[in-house]
């Protein structure tokens, strides 16, 4: 039995990370770069107009103000989309939108709400300063600037510069398939008969759901009974994969046989039991280059050894750097005591309460014990050696979901 960090270590030593692939970029999304994008052209790519109003010389308006007013010309327009190419005037000005290209000769925007007409006379009554409201040329990105370097996970943002920057396709790193296969005899799918002793198998589709949400490819594999020529056969079937994970079958009972089965098919060991509270019946290995790991079978170990070991693993196949789940600090609102010689990792909701993060359990930890995965925001990391811990503890939380949404806006 080993440290959990030192499995997460020797997991991530055994996990290549996968070849790239040309995508359009609205299938980039939270997809991570394998090429660096230069720009090939100055943004914006000429002098233009953020407000709008009149373009002109600044020298023409200077001192202007309420009481001494700077009189111009008004020669034309220059509309976003339709620019004004002739040269401006001493004493001329050209009506300007917002994005609109800056005439040649023209320095400076004076805003429209500082400015009166007077039939093609323009009144200026306020000295904006020289090159107000000018966006210069490239004043976002420069030609051969490299704006999204190798590695830069896509969002929304970054979909905006490759469309401005004129890139319809780029490279970023496949995405792992994942062969699952959940094994025992208990098991039944949805669409089959439940009677007594069966028992309905989430593992299938929670663990599915999981490799979906960081970015994997789930391949179901279905469901295997507690014997060694059916689990073999299934495994194969699942060899085309990059990844295989089983769940179930990994303890020390009769009817464990799954690691057996992966040694049969040429697995190389890596560790065996993980000191950890769920988790501990955990086995990692390779055939050929491939990871497999084989989870235990209750559902929330299962899902809580995936979000030690597998997901940083699928996350570093697709070229991710940042693979673990982020801890934060909270204030224990209960008292807890673990059993000794494992590091438990205890389910618990996270609340506010006078400014300060606060963490309650979601009830029963048994292992089975789906709902307590869905009552929670986190886990709380309690080290053995620390036992007992009291209400007003400060503690570490792995949390498991994203910062959650407010019911109201921060401006009311």
């Not at 001192?63 to 002739?86: Q, T």
């Not at 086995?283 to 280059?289: E, Q």
């Not at 009830?363 to 869905?374: E, F, I, P």
């Not at 929670?376 to 994203?402: C, I, K, M, N, T």
Request: glycine share 10%.
């Amino acid at each position: 039995m080993i440290p959990i960090g030192e499995a997460q270590q020797k997991v991530l030593e055994e996990i290549p990370v996968l070849g790239r692939e040309r995508i359009h970029i609205l299938e980039a999304l939270g997809r991570v770069l394998a090429q660096e994008v230069a720009a090939i052209r100055d943004v914006p790519s000429a002098n233009n107009s953020a407000m709008d109003g009149y373009a002109l010389r600044h020298e023409d308006i200077a001192g202007a103000e309420a009481s001494n007013p700077k009189r111009v010309k008004l020669i034309g327009d220059s509309p976003a989309g339709r620019p004004y190419l002739e040269p401006i005037g001493p004493g001329e000005a050209v009506r300007i939108m917002t994005g609109g290209l800056i005439p040649p000769g023209a320095d400076t925007v004076i805003m429209l709400e500082d400015t009166d007409r007077d039939g093609d006379y323009v009144i200026c009554s306020n000295d904006p300063g020289n090159g107000a409201h000018v966006r210069p040329r490239g004043e976002d990105v420069q030609a051969g600037e490299v704006v999204l370097p190798a590695g830069t996970i896509v969002r929304p943002p970054e979909v905006g510069m490759l469309a401005t920057l004129g890139h319809a396709y780029v490279q970023v790193h496949q995405r792992p398939l994942v062969a699952i296969l959940s094994t025992g005899d208990e098991l039944v799918d949805l669409d089959e008969p439940f009677t007594d002793g069966k028992v309905v198998c989430s593992n299938s589709y929670s663990l599915a759901a999981q490799v979906a949400e960081c970015g994997g490819i789930p391949l179901s594999l279905g469901i295997a009974t507690d014997n060694e020529s059916d689990q073999r056969a299934r495994i194969s079937e699942g060899l085309r994969a990059d990844v295989i994970l089983t769940s179930g079958g990994v303890s020390v009972g009769k009817y464990d046989l799954v690691k057996d089965t992966l040694t049969q098919l040429g697995m190389r060991v890596k560790f065996w039991k993980v000191a950890m509270k769920p988790g501990k019946p955990l086995v990692f290995g390779t055939i050929g280059n491939k990871p497999v790991f084989g989870l235990p079978g209750n559902p929330t170990s299962a899902m809580i050894s995936f979000e030690q070991f597998v997901r940083p693993a699928l996350l570093k196949m697709m070229g991710h750097t940042n693979l673990y789940r982020p801890l934060v600090n909270a204030v224990l609102a209960q008292d807890i005591k673990v059993s000794p010689g494992r590091l438990h990792l205890v389910r618990c909701k996270l609340f506010d309460k006078d400014g300060t993060m606060m963490a309650v359990a979601t009830g029963t930890q048994s292992s089975g014990a789906l709902r307590s995965m869905v009552l929670a925001d986190g886990l709380l990391v309690l080290p053995s050696e620390r036992s007992p811990f009291s209400a007003g503890d400060s503690v570490s939380v792995q949390v498991l979901h994203s910062t959650p949404l407010s019911s109201h806006s921060p401006y009311e």
